[in-house]
């Protein structure tokens, strides 16, 4: 499945998926990643034009970031953050009332789902560090994440495109689900870890945790999300 179609071109302006090599960075040996593939994580068929949108914010990537700032792998980092949201597609309830945390701008994306105790105790496991330092870790990363969608919700109003709340109300139409569950789902798909991705390959493990807790499709999430 590839959620990056036409429609929800402002949700690549997002952030919806970091891939793998979406920006140059030193990994946590001194190494620095493969240049960015002009069309990873996104189809080749549907990807926008570079000049589509001048305005569009250019994002860091925050993994190679975070791998850097906390002296580890960079895709340890990567696959910490995907497992941690399957996890809490898996624990989190219908529109994430299972989890808690506080997300110090919970604007235009409330991530603090991410800083409840079970679910820093799981990515600790992941990343083989200690809870504190898991802690600071998913800190760090919710920081940067929200500090590029404030920017790429700033660059929707300004080009009239539509922002998180207007994608999250798309979603609930097309699949018949609530808001608050569509948003929900929205923002564990936002900003996460991208491997990278040939046009036709099916969905990724996070998009595939998130059609079988929807039970529905691929093509039908995808429909959903183009309506």
């Not at 979406?22 to 994580?41: D, E, I, L």
């Not at 989890?99 to 991530?111: F, K, N, R, T």
């Not at 105790?117 to 330092?133: C, E, K, N």
């Amino acid at each position: 499945m590839n959620l990056r179609t036409a429609p929800i071109a402002t949700v690549v302006a997002l952030g919806l998926a970091t891939t793998a090599c979406s920006s140059p960075g030193p990994t946590a040996s001194g190494a620095s990643p493969a240049p960015p593939s002009p069309s990873a994580g996104v189809s080749a068929s549907v990807q926008p034009a570079a000049t589509a949108n001048p305005a569009l914010p250019i994002r860091p990537d925050p993994y190679a970031e975070a791998a850097e700032q906390f002296h580890l792998p960079v895709d340890t980092v990567r696959t910490a953050v995907t497992d941690t949201r399957i996890e809490m597609v898996r624990i989190g309830g219908d529109h994430g009332q299972n989890l808690h945390g506080v997300d110090p701008e919970p604007s235009p994306i409330d991530q603090g789902a991410h800083l409840d105790p079970r679910i820093i105790t799981y990515f600790a496991g992941r990343l083989g560090v200690p809870d504190s330092q898991a802690h600071a870790v998913m800190t760090f990363l919710l920081n940067e994440w929200n500090e590029y969608d404030e920017k790429a919700e700033q660059n929707n109003r300004e080009n009239h495109t539509p922002g998180v709340a207007a994608i999250a109300a798309r979603l609930a139409t097309g699949l018949h689900i609530s808001e608050a569950r569509a948003a929900w789902y929205e923002s564990l798909l936002i900003s996460r870890p991208k491997p990278p991705q040939a046009p036709g390959d099916g969905p990724d493990r996070l998009e595939q945790a998130v059609v079988n807790a929807l039970g529905v499709t691929p093509a039908q999430f995808e429909k959903a999300l183009a309506k």
